[in-house]
């Protein structure tokens, strides 16, 4: 069937004509196929069955001595039945052939859902164990990472060893602190007598010098006073 035509020059489709549609032609040929009314050549086989039939129970019907026409007829009759029945048989065949196929077809379809259904299980299976793959790789990893890190540090005994010195180290330095510690106590104490003997001195000549300034106050008063003794009797002297 032509679908459409190329107009030479133009390079333009023309959409093709159909005298029935996509379902009208399937209708129309499910119904020939099963009736059998239609031929490439000649009348079709039914009609001409049909035909036939009618002829030889014409034939019958009649009241005449016709015996050997009857023959003839149903002769024709039954070899156009025999040539209709041809197509028949084929048919058959080719529906039991279709049926047994449909059936192979459905043990085909039921065999690769079996299949899909096993293969989505194993799919589901092999992801499971591929994340517990990954988890222990995972975990190998970290005890791979772990054990590189064990094997770049020293041995136990150098190990026990360096924590034995240092407990000894701490402990000197403790010891050390320790007499610091009484050594800076007894600055303070020493340092505090200090202020103290200082305080106790200041006092003692601040004490010393009011004491001789008094006595010089005194020292100079008494002189004064005996200046002026001195000259009193001088005066009267004079007078007497």
């Known amino acids: 069937m032509l679908k459409g035509r190329k107009i030479s020059g133009r390079g ?13 032609d399937d ?8 009736t059998r009314t239609t031929t490439t050549r000649g009348e079709p086989p039914l009609k001409k069955l049909q035909k036939k039939f009618a002829s030889f129970v014409s034939e019958i019907e009649k009241d005449e001595d016709n015996y050997n026409d009857c023959v003839k007829l149903s002769k024709a009759f039954l070899q156009e039945l025999s040539t ?10 080719v529906i039991d052939s279709n049926v047994r196929e449909k059936e192979n077809f459905n ?4 065999d690769i859902n079996r299949q899909i259904l096993q293969a989505q299980a194993d ?3 092999l992801k499971k164990q591929l994340e517990e793959s990954k988890i222990e790789r995972q975990h190998k ?10 094997a770049k540090q020293p041995p136990r005994s150098l190990m026990q060893k360096v924590i034995t010195d240092l407990e000894k180290e ?3 330095l403790e010891a050390e602190n320790t007499a610091s510690s009484r050594l800076l106590e007894l600055r303070k104490k020493q340092f505090v ?13 601040e004490e010393d010098e009011k004491n001789l300034i008094e006595e010089m106050r005194v020292a100079t008063e008494e002189q004064k006073n005996g200046m002026e003794d001195a000259s009193g009797v001088s005066e009267a002297m004079a007078v007497d």
Do not use: M
Not at 84 to 93: Q, W
Not at 141 to 150: H, V, Y
Not at 193 to 205: A, C, K, R, S, Y
């Open 123 to 125: 799919i589901e299976d």
């Open 27 to 34: 209708v129309i040929i499910k119904h020939r196929l099963l």
């Open 170 to 172: 701490i402990a000197a």
């Open 12 to 24: 333009e489709t023309v959409a093709a004509n159909y005298a029935f549609g996509p379902l009208e």
């Open 193 to 205: 007598l200090l202020l103290h003997v200082v305080d106790e001195l200041q006092n003692t000549i």
């Open 107 to 110: 043990e085909l379809k039921d």
């Open 141 to 150: 990893e970290e005890c791979e990472a772990i054990r590189k890190l064990i």
């Open 84 to 93: 209709f029945e041809i197509p028949l048989l084929k048919s058959k065949a």
